[in-house]
């Protein structure tokens, strides 16, 4: 029996959770070094080293909780809808994200990540998204349909991704042990698993949560013409 | 799951803009270098700049100053700090930018994507150029060409700049060529200074060249290596 011939549902997940880790890699080619998920912009507002565990816990129950549940509603739309319906499917989607993100800088820094991302998913798996820019949370969705991953799955790494980010550009910004950054990181499980599990059944734009996060959202503003800026937001 | 090539995205070779890639060490004359390029083919070629900044977009607002290509055909990339990354193992964002300018100013010619300036080590993707420079100076030192390094033994052309600084500096260019020839086994070396006609002559021929070349479909992009080949204690030479 060759490999590629088992099909149980276990075999699916072992494949699905291999998956996760290729996409979870922070070597992954979308071009996410060049952002820093905030972190820098807080930096910046005079927010101290210390409080990044802080600074991680409020954007998970925040900006990243919206675009978890964004890509596990574009998940669930786009295995719910015909092949000619996916791409207005998914932009009703995209809306909801937009709508529920004030900041232009947010929107954009995330726009420049999602193409990234579409660029990797067209191809690798032959991803089609119509050839429109779409946020970063719902070229995510779109690829954990593709790719076979579960909503839980694609939550948990749209958090992963959120969390490394703020920890990888935390170290180039204001180096510190970096095994305090591994610390830091399984330290935020909990909160992933809350907030994975608050979202994981989102199947509508509706589900898709509103949470303000003003000072976030006034850093990244600011940030957005700083001079001199390691990271473009 | 690859059932096609992952260029597949990409203008087909020969149909889009030649992308140029100027890699070298800071200060060596990069944006001078593609200020020049842009004076001189101004009217002939239809150009296009991406910057890659280690600090945000200073180069990209040095060439706006310079007045040598409308503003708006002249855009940064920023690399959080990883200039390597962002034209070697991740050009997304780069090809990105260059498709971008290839759409809004459709149809271009030439595309120069500039380095973030870092060091001797740093060389561009043929994922991302289908040829680059490599520029190093003759006020950073008459020894620098023999040290090597993948760019300076393997771009496709190595600019030795502002020659015409080589006796305020006490460097004899003539060497310096001949070592970097030496290190090149054939590829060419131009000696360039902005305020020497023949040398701005030979890079116009070369660039010119390298276009018809890239615009026959014959040109095909080659990757100068991680790290200059070096040899082992064993005997044995390898690049890694």
């Given at each position: 029996m060759r490999c590629s011939d088992r099909t149980s549902d276990a075999d699916r997940a072992d494949r699905a959770s291999y998956v996760q880790l290729v996409l979870a890699d922070g070597r992954l080619p979308t071009g996410a070094h060049t952002q820093s998920a905030g972190v820098e912009p807080a930096f910046r507002a005079g927010m101290p080293l210390r409080q990044v565990p802080e600074l991680i816990t409020a954007r998970l129950r925040t900006v990243t909780e919206t675009e978890?549940?964004?890509?596990v509603v574009t998940r669930a739309v786009w295995l719910g809808s015909n092949v000619p319906a996916r791409p207005a499917a998914i932009e009703s989607v995209d809306r909801a994200w937009r709508a529920r993100t004030p900041s232009d800088a947010m929107r954009s820094s995330s726009d420049a990540l999602g193409r990234g991302y579409a660029r990797l998913a067209a191809a690798v798996w032959g991803l089609d998204l119509g050839g429109r820019v779409l946020c970063r949370a719902v070229v995510m969705g779109a690829t954990a349909a593709a790719a076979g991953l579960g909503p839980a799955d694609i939550a948990r790494l749209v958090a992963f991704d959120d969390v490394q980010m703020v920890i990888a550009a935390a170290l180039k910004l204001e180096p510190f042990d970096p095994l305090l950054g591994v610390q830091w990181s399984l330290a935020a499980a909990a909160e992933?698993?809350?907030?994975?599990?608050?979202?994981?059944?989102?199947?509508?734009?509706?589900?898709?949560p509103a949470h303000s996060a003003p000072l976030l959202e006034q850093w990244a503003q600011q940030h957005a013409t700083e001079e001199r800026r390691l990271y473009r937001a | 799951m690859l059932d096609r090539p992952v260029e597949a995205n990409q203008p087909a070779r020969g149909r889009r803009a030649l992308r140029l890639g100027v890699a070298g060490p800071v200060g060596t004359g990069k944006s001078s270098l593609i200020a020049l390029i842009c004076a001189e083919f101004a009217g002939e070629l239809s150009i296009a700049v991406i910057t890659n900044d280690i600090y945000t977009d200073e180069d990209a607002r040095f060439l706006r100053s310079a007045g040598v290509l409308a503003p708006e055909?002249?855009?940064?990339?920023?690399?959080?700090?990883?200039p390597h990354t962002a034209i070697r193992d991740d050009v997304s964002q780069n090809l990105l930018a260059v498709e971008d300018l290839e759409h809004d100013f459709d149809p271009l010619d030439l595309v120069l994507v500039e380095s973030g300036g870092d060091n001797l080590t740093a060389t561009f993707s043929p994922a991302l150029v289908d040829a680059q420079f490599f520029v190093l100076d003759?006020?950073?030192?008459?020894?620098v060409a023999r040290k090597g390094g993948?760019?300076?033994a393997r771009a496709d052309m190595l600019i030795v700049n502002k020659t015409d600084l080589a006796p305020y500096v006490g460097v004899d260019v003539d060497q310096m060529v001949r070592d970097a020839e030496a290190a090149r086994d054939g590829r060419p070396v131009l000696a360039l200074s902005r305020s020497d006609p023949r040398s701005v002559a030979a890079l116009r021929h070369w660039l010119s060249h390298t276009v018809d070349h890239f615009r026959s479909g014959s040109l095909h992009p080659q990757d100068p290596g991680p790290m200059a080949?070096?040899?082992h204690g064993d005997g044995t030479v390898h690049s890694h």
């Open positions: 978890a549940a964004t890509a992933v698993d809350c907030m994975v599990r608050r979202i994981s059944n989102a199947c509508t734009p509706a589900d898709i | 055909r002249i855009r940064a990339v920023e690399t959080g700090a990883c003759v006020a950073g030192g008459g020894d993948p760019g300076i080949p070096h040899t």
